[in-house]
């Protein structure tokens, strides 16, 4: 069945990407900032690449720091990727002044470049799920070698580690997916990754 | 463990390949959404279109097939060629691109650089270099030249990849000039060079003629990635093949 979702459009990225993936993977995508739309959705997506501080105050304009919170809280299928990922967490080391929103305790972090290890962190990367029983979102695409598009220089350290879905390997293992309730957040680009990023926008349409 | 890129570039004229891609299973060889998707299919980890296109009035075509990519093809997607401004940069990404290569520009106003990342990222900012020898063997130097490598800069190109790093950008889309279209191999000096002076991701660029100069060009050229147009466009080898051929001396590819 098609499922009905909003893509926040908050000034960041690459927003068309991510929608014609969303379509291809079969979702009818409204891509909106209007709390209105956001809520009548069956899923919300939170995309983003860029700055964390641009991020949380373009949130913040959009008066939506207090809204997604809520709906995550309220059980809403919630997908956050990359930036969208970073900003679920309480702060980053990219901003001092600028808080993300919280919605998962813990902080996000930049990588230290050093001998043969470049920062950003871009490119194709195998990633290792965690919890066994519980795929969701990765249901069907890791009974193979699946690699995913990463581009970033932060990675998140989540508190609570049973949150932890996926991990990879750059320098050292870094958490690339988490997972609590009905939110769900890569640090990779499924929109980017080619068929098994597109399976993943698919099992996260049927979790929504 | 991330893996070594393999990326294929288009030549796009007026929204048509140029020197069209020699493959049987295309029906419009000149078509870069079909030629994008089939390289896609077959195992290329991202998509590099150059637009030379000529006349200012005819930009908006490239961003219609920016358009039509998008649309159909899921890895990412840089376009280079003519941009001038931040509008440009945030047209083609609202198009649908995932990253923009600055090479003129950039080194005209490198302030250009700076905002892009400011407004847009570093992710998406990649900075196109074409570097020509002037040094003598012994001691090599490359300088940077820009207009489609017509006017020299007296800009030394690893200062200048320095300079780049310090404002920003995400990356480094190193082409040698000497090596450009001759399918004699990278030009690897070049490549160690600047890939050991900063510490954003190199993309190997200019010469590639067999598999094995791709090889060369992740080993001893320490690239992060290789950017080859001929030898992938002529059907010599597929991207494929190269993957295969770099997985059996050791090389970590996405499969």
Redesign the interface.
Known sequence: MERRIALIDYGLGNIRSVSKALEKAGAYVKVTADSKEIVKAEGVVLPGVGAFERGARNLLTLSLTSLLPRLIREGKAFLGICLGLQLLFERSEESREWKGLGVLKGEVRRFEPCEGLKVPHMGWNKIKVKKRKEKGMFTGVLEEEAYFYFVHSYYVIPQEEDIVLATADYGKEFVCAVAKGRLWGVQFHPEKSGKVGLEVLKNFLSLC | ?????IIPCLDVKDGRVVKGINFLRLKDAGDPIECAYLY?QEGA?EIVYLDITASIEKRGVMLEVV?RT??NV???LTVGGGIRGLKDIEDL????A?KVSINTAGVQNPSLVEEGV?E?????IVIAIDARRTGAAERAQWEVVIYGGRKPTGLDVLEWAKQVEDLGA??ILLTSMDRDGTEQGYDLELTREVSERV???IIASGGAGTLEHLYQALTQGKA??VLAASIFHYGKFSIYEAKEYLKAKGIAV??
């Open positions: 463990m991330l893996t070594k890129r896609a980890d358009r998008a649309e899921f890895i990412p990404l609202r198009y649908g995932d400011k847009f990222g570093s992710q998406c995400g990356e510490s954003i991701p992060d990635a996405r499969e």
